[in-house]
């Protein structure tokens, strides 16, 4: 059973940092893109970031460009998400997903999320 579950979320004020944890389990890690996805109240929910499979390659959204890395621990089965210079926007639910395919993909599988609350 594929299972991906998200932690670190937590409340920080502006301009502070948190990391965030997706521990997975039930497939091949490396086989797998892993990203991170957020969903802020009344909002869409948006891609955040993405290791990609195919290339290794990472991908950033435009609004944490510079602020936001991720990175995976192949040994550990787990793909981190450090955030620095938090603003009140990041405010959101974050998850992580993964997919057999490239980022550019749809996401095949979903952890629970993690909520970051950044006050200003």
């Known amino acids: 059973e594929v299972q991906l579950q998200a932690s670190g979320g937590g409340l920080v004020q502006a301009g502070g940092s948190l990391r965030l944890s997706c521990a997975a389990s039930g497939f091949v890690f490396d086989d797998y893109s892993i990203g991170w996805f957020r969903q802020a109240p009344g909002k869409e929910r948006e891609r955040v970031s993405c290791?990609?499979?195919?290339?290794?390659?990472?991908y950033y959204a435009d609004s944490v460009k510079g602020r936001f890395t991720t990175s995976s621990d192949n040994a550990k089965n787990t793909v981190y998400l450090q955030m620095n210079s938090l603003k009140p926007e990041d405010t959101a639910v974050y998850y992580c997903a993964a997919t057999r395919f490239p980022c550019e993909y749809g996401m095949d599988y979903w952890g629970k999320g993690t909520l970051v609350t950044v006050s200003s």
């Open positions: 290791i990609s499979n195919s290339d290794d390659n990472k």
